[in-house]
Nanobody, 123 residues
Framework: QVQLVESGGGPVQAGGSLRLFCEAS???????MGWFRQAPGKEREFVAA????????YYVDSAKGRFTISRDNAKNTVYLQMNSLKPEDTAVYYC?????????????????WGQGTQVTVSS
């Protein structure tokens, strides 16, 4: 079992950048990791995923070219670098860990979730 804690969210103007952190209580090298987000009144949606070694990454189309997911297994931390932020990126961002191989956009594949961190992008 692993506990996940997200941080790094906050208010930012459109066009700005934020780096989200997901710190785990245990070893994350045995988990595939993902970031999801949920905007008010909307369902949770996939943002990005990374395989156990970090060799494979996968993004939702709206994040490609703007967001980068990475991980440091030695620090048990996963990152989401978000550039060129848009108001439609406003949401609570969640980190998730799953005991599967590869990367996945399906929330049901993930076993552990953090409490989320709020990102608010103003125009």
């Amino acid at each position: 079992q692993v506990q996940l804690v997200e941080s790094g969210g906050g208010p930012v103007q459109a066009g700005g950048s934020l780096r989200l952190f997901c710190e785990a209580s245990g070893r994350i090298s045995i988990y595939s990791m993902g970031w999801f987000r949920q905007a008010p009144g909307k369902e949770r949606e996939f943002v990005a995923a990374i395989s156990r070694s970090g060799g494979n990454t996968y993004y939702v189309d709206s994040a490609k070219g703007r967001f980068t997911i990475s991980r440091d297994n030695a620090k048990n931390t996963v990152y989401l670098q978000m550039n060129s932020l848009k108001p439609e990126d406003t949401a609570v961002y969640y980190c998730a860990a799953g005991q599967f191989f590869g990367d996945s956009e399906w929330a049901g594949e993930y076993d552990y979730w953090g409490q989320g961190t709020q990102v608010t992008v103003s125009s």
